[in-house]
């Protein structure tokens, strides 16, 4: 009762600093694995976000520092700070949207599979938490192996019969960032407005930055298109060399998670015509039951599948090689919950 009075008798003021309705409730966003690489950048931009009325941050260590640290920055977003294990119902509990950087990175000569030991247990027990204590969240994993960990996903949420496919999300915003970035460059154009769709998965040659439906337009020769191609599904391994050893790209990830989590949060308040890719449980290509496109994402989830875009000789190439990968990928992922 105390709570209702105080809600019912804000003070004008206060009211009017909120200027849109929907920043006016705003949302629970949890991080899990809030203190790494990845997730330390990411909560100080959601930290800088009108949608996010609570910050949750959890990780297994080192959680309080940066949640004392986050919570001194005077925006409207209240942190709270979860560690350990016996921490997560908490951090889960009434969350909006759940964002996973928990995980291994790579270093120099890993491929993203070679994470999936590690990686594939810890995607499993949160999803289990999630599955718990926040069932109707959204969720977005970032952990790699993607192409293995959102199969993981999708099937504790499924056993546990809390899965939606329209709110779990594989997050490889990172990749549409780096085509734009890289195709700006070429275009000698402000990368903000470039848009490419990258459809297909999250490594190597599962990555289809689909250059030939950049917006705008893209005319190159096809020797340079080849030599995009290649360095945006090379880009992470970029990183991961130049960073020698101290792990993976965490700056640039955090902005693309950070870009994808506003766009959930602007769907789910109701905002029209948000669009982004992301690997998702998906019908789109024939015995690719998980598949990254563009989707337009609602109040529910994902609203609609856009069709995939045209594809030219050489990206139907690549499109006909990343298929295997894929399916084993997804498969992979699948037997790991069947014990195999
Ligand atoms: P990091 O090692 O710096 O941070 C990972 C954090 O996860 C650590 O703070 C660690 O304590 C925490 N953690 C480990 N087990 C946990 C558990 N059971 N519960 C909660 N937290 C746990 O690694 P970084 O650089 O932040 O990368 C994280 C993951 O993101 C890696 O798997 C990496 O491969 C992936 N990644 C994904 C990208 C994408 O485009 N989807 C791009 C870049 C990285």
């Known amino acids: 009762l105390a709570q209702h009075f105080v809600a019912e008798q804000a003070p004008a003021p206060q009211l009017e600093t909120h200027a849109t309705s929907s920043s006016v409730r705003g949302y629970n966003v949890a991080v899990l694995g809030a203190a790494g690489g990845i997730g330390q950048p990411l909560s100080l931009l959601l930290k800088l976000s009108p949608q996010v009325r609570e910050l949750r941050l959890y990780d297994v260590a080192n959680t309080a520092g ?4 986050l919570s ?3 925006t409207a977003p209240r942190i709270t700070s979860h560690s350990g294990a016996g ?3 908490d951090a889960l509990y009434g969350a909006d949207l759940v964002v996973i950087p928990a995980g291994v990175p790579r270093k120099p000569g890993m491929t993203r599979d070679d994470l999936f030991n590690i990686n594939a247990g810890i995607v499993r027990s949160l999803c289990e938490g999630v599955a718990r204590f926040c069932p109707s969240a959204w969720v977005a994993v970032i952990s790699n192996p993607v192409n293995s960990t959102v199969p993981i996903a999708a099937e504790v949420l499924r056993r546990a019969g809390t899965f939606n496919p329209s709110k779990l999300f594989g997050v490889t915003t990172l990749d549409v960032v780096r085509a734009n970035t890289f195709v700006a460059e070429a ?9 490419v769709p990258v459809i297909g998965g999250h490594a190597g040659v599962t990555i289809l930055p689909v250059l030939s439906a950049a917006t705008p337009r893209l005319t190159v020769p096809e020797q340079q298109a080849r030599a995009l191609m290649a360095r945006i599904q090379d880009a992470g ?12 790209a965490t700056l640039s990830m955090a902005y693309a998670a950070a870009r994808f989590a506003e766009a959930c949060l602007r769907a789910m308040s109701g905002e029209p015509g948000v669009v982004e890719c992301a690997y998702v449980a998906s019908s789109v290509v024939k015995d690719l039951p998980f598949f990254a496109s563009q989707l337009r994402l609602g109040p529910a989830g994902i609203a609609e599948f856009l069709p995939l875009p045209r594809l030219n000789a050489l990206e139907q190439d690549n499109f006909e090689s990343m298929k295997e990968e894929l399916v084993s990928s997804i498969a992979k992922g ?3 919950m069947n014990g195999k």
């Open 87 to 89: 921490a997560l119902p």
């Open 334 to 336: 699948v037997g790991f």
């Open 187 to 195: 275009l000698g154009l402000d990368p903000a407005a470039v848009n």
């Open 66 to 69: 940066v949640a004392a640290d």
């Open 237 to 248: 391994t970029e990183v991961v060399k130049a960073k020698a050893g101290a792990g993976s």
């Open 72 to 74: 001194h920055i005077a």
